[in-house]
């Protein structure tokens, strides 16, 4: 397929068909609506079926019982959105079933604004639901990234039968960026799913549920749960280095679009004679801690970007064992400009 | 000659029952069951369990299951109907997952016309957690949330499901239906085969509303709870179906590019 340029929400559901999914449920929210505006028209072409809920708990609980029957199913969401679909998703991480959501994150907390942020990192990374869960959450920083790492979601999520999140800022999903889409996947040629509920014909009941009063049964199933993570975190992570060098002064860290505008400021202070790396992790979970360990080796000061307070310092800290990290930041939906990133790293560079 | 003229259900399995001695719950179970068998269904039968005391419901049926969190079994029926609708989808809930917590995905999934069935136990109070008042708790009935009875300036009268759904256009069947009498359960039966034949034939949502009892947190003898249940419940929640799919459109329904034909 040619490249197309496309708004990023609409690459989203795009890439979703494309990786073999045919179903969406899923509520209205800004700044992601044309997701489900997207598939609503295009679905019909490629007998797809887009069922707009009563509410995303309601929607979190619809994907659930479609992924139940082993069928590749989406939803997506920002951020107060999320926060309801959290009942489901933990039950679904529970019922080990494969699903992939989408969180075009908004500013917050509470109803907080429709511009662009990235608070819901803690959220994604840790706090996904009650119980002892982990998601996997990709994290793209251009429209190409997102279609990508969406049609890799779906494969994920069946590796691990986990919900795998895909988590954008609100620039991601509106902002319009060339895209070249992967080959088509054909839903029937994918492989079965032998746990699925299809009807127990000639085989006994399979039956899909995260309740286990028996504590030992239950831990057994937090162990096996805890193996998956174990593996997640042994074969998923992802990572882009830039700049990274020995002779570096700085190095900066961001993740999603935020890093676009740090190599915009690399790129700058490298011509003024300044050498600035960005490490920016693409899986948030699990974070690249060795490779961002071996970075930070390199590095005299540290400092991290974010469309937030300062949510991603913990787990840079812990690739950097305890050294510290400046941090700059904008919230409310202000996206910082490269000029305000520039004077912040030489700032530090002069220190 | 011996001649078999009792059994149990293929559709049920052969386990000890969980459930309190006098529940309701068996019989509805063993009703579903029949039906599943005599309809030859349960080998093509996705049930939802809800959260209460029949969270456990697929340690007895027979077929698939899934567990639904608590009053969202609509929702996740709708997911599992929708990607496989050659599926005969059943949810079964009582009134605290149905009526309390799930009434915003019990009434969506029913106007969606989700062509789905739905087994509605309604025992006016909440069982597995130990008796406490429910949106269908009778006015004066004594539960551990309200010792001195239901107060209906406090907390309303209690909530008619069958009535409410059936003020909705699109369901296929609501109908309500005791297992409190020996003379209601030929007609309870009756009424699941109805909602299970309609799904079947593809027609829309169906609800059957069990009038049931719970002796134990009503704290009553099974016998007594049979007849608190006839004396009290049946004449505010009334018996009957309450809508059927050769129910008329309602005026103006159709205006906007509503089939009339439309069950």
Not at chain 1, 313 to 322: E, Q, V
Not at chain 2, 73 to 100: C, E, N
């Amino acid at each position: 397929m040619a490249r197309v340029l496309m708004k990023g929400n609409e690459a989203i559901g795009e890439a979703a068909i494309r990786a073999g999914c045919r179903f969406f449920f899923g509520y209205p929210i800004t700044p992601q609506s044309e997701i489900p505006e997207y598939l609503a028209k295009r679905f019909p072409e490629v007998d797809g079926h887009f069922i707009q809920a009563e509410s995303e708990v309601a929607a979190s609980n619809m994907i659930y019982g479609a992924a139940c029957t082993g069928t590749r199913v989406f939803t997506s969401s920002s951020s107060p959105g999320i926060s309801l679909m959290s009942e489901g998703i933990s039950y679904i991480a529970g019922s080990e079933v494969p699903v992939v959501l989408v969180n075009i994150v908004r500013a917050g907390p509470g109803l907080g604004g429709i511009l662009p942020s990235q608070g819901d990192y803690w959220q994604a990374t840790r706090g996904m639901g009650h119980g002892d869960f982990r998601i996997l959450v990709l994290a793209p920083s251009s429209v190409q990234e997102a279609a990508d790492l969406v049609m890799e979601a779906f494969d994920l999520a069946d590796k691990y039968t986990n919900p795998v999140m895909v988590i954008g800022d609100g620039i991601i999903g509106q902002m319009m960026e060339p895209v070249e889409f992967r080959k088509m996947v054909d839903p029937e040629t994918l492989p079965e799913k032998p746990w699925a509920l299809t009807g127990a014909r000639g085989r006994e009941p399979n039956i899909i549920t995260s309740l286990y009063l028996d504590p030992l049964e239950l831990e057994d199933m937090n162990q096996r749960l805890l193996k998956k993570y174990r593996q997640m975190e042994k074969e998923e992570k992802r990572w882009e280095e830039y700049n990274i060098s020995e002779s570096m002064k700085v190095l900066t860290f961001a993740w999603g679009t935020m890093s676009r505008i740090c190599k915009t400021a690399i790129d700058d202070l490298k011509k003024e004679g300044v050498e600035v790396g960005l490490f920016r992790p693409i899986t948030l979970y699990p974070f690249p801690y060795e490779a961002a360990s071996e970075a930070i080796e390199k590095a005299d000061e540290l400092i991290s970007f974010e469309l937030s307070t300062g949510q991603m310092i913990d787990d840079i800290r812990l690739a950097g064992k305890g050294r510290d990290v400046a941090f700059y930041g904008r919230q409310g939906g202000i996206v910082p400009t490269p000029e305000e990133v520039k004077n912040q790293i030489l700032k530090l560079a002069e220190k | 000659m011996v001649q078999t003229i009792f059994s149990r259900p293929e559709s049920l399995r052969l386990v000890p029952t969980h459930y309190c001695p006098g529940c309701t719950h068996g019989i509805t179970h063993r009703l579903v069951a029949e039906i599943l068998d005599e309809l030859d269904i349960r080998e093509k039968t996705v049930g939802i369990a809800p959260v209460g005391c029949s969270v456990l419901a697929y340690n007895y049926f027979n077929c698939d299951f899934a567990e639904a969190s608590h009053g969202r079994a609509p929702a996740m029926a709708t997911g599992i109907k929708r990607t496989r609708p050659d599926l005969i989808v059943f949810t079964y809930q009582g009134d605290g997952d149905l009526a309390s917590i799930g009434t915003a995905e019990i009434i969506h999934a029913a106007n969606r016309g989700e062509k789905i069935t739905v087994v509605f136990v309604n025992n006016a109070i909440y069982g597995m957690t130990g008796g406490q008042m429910a949106p269908t708790t009778m006015p004066g009935q004594v539960a551990t949330t309200c010792p001195f009875g239901r107060d209906v300036n406090l907390a309303g009268y209690p909530i008619r499901i069958a009535q409410v759904l059936s003020e909705l256009v699109t369901p296929a069947y609501i109908v309500r239906v005791n297992v409190n009498t020996p003379a209601g359960i030929p007609k309870a039966k009756q009424a699941l085969r109805k909602a299970f034949t309609y799904q079947m034939e593809d027609r829309c949502f169906s609800l059957v509303e069990f009038v049931s009892t719970c002796p134990t947190n009503w704290g009553m003898s099974p016998i007594k709870a049979c007849e608190w249940a006839s004396e009290n419940m049946i004449p505010y929640y009334k018996l009957g179906e309450f809508k059927t799919p050769d129910d008329p459109l309602p005026e103006g329904a159709a205006a906007n590019g509503g089939d009339e034909n439309a069950d």
